[in-house]
């Protein structure tokens, strides 16, 4: 089992890997909207924060040997069902015609003003 953690971000805060790579899968952590090198919070619009959890997924696979082209599943937890729309859009944007599963889960308020967590399974792109 491999531990992945993005380049020149700060350790997680809690107990927890940022993504591990076993068996040819990567299995990335929930992501809220905050830029990795920085710290910074993204907590404007939902398009917003989502934008930047999905790259932060993206980050992750990258550094574990994928990339959001070999995803296989996301888990979108998202503070209000009403916000479906414009996360839909914003995945759909970066997604592109790639569609891996999906489940999107409404959990209510998270800490602070976060509206989304995204977090995902992958496979890891094999060598030729």
């Known amino acids: 089992m491999q531990k992945v953690q993005i380049k020149n ?17 990567v299995f990335v952590s929930g992501q809220l909207a905050v830029v990795p090198e920085t710290g ?15 790259r932060n997924v993206e980050a992750l696979l990258k550094e574990a040997g994928s990339d959001l082209n070999n995803t296989l599943k996301f888990s979108i937890f998202v503070s209000d069902e009403n916000l479906w729309g414009a996360v839909n859009e914003t995945y759909k944007r970066i997604l592109g015609e790639h569609k891996p599963a999906r489940a999107i889960i409404p ?22």
Do not use: M, W
């Not at 927890?16 to 040819?24: C, F, I, L, Q, W």
């Open 9 to 25: 971000a700060p350790a997680p805060k809690g107990h927890y890997s940022p993504a591990v790579v076993h068996n040819g899968f």
């Open 40 to 54: 910074e919070e993204k907590t404007g619009s939902i398009e917003e924060q989502t934008e930047q959890c999905l």
């Open 107 to 128: 959990v209510g308020n998270f800490r602070g003003d976060f509206l989304i967590e995204i977090e995902a399974i992958a496979a890891v792109i094999e060598k030729t």
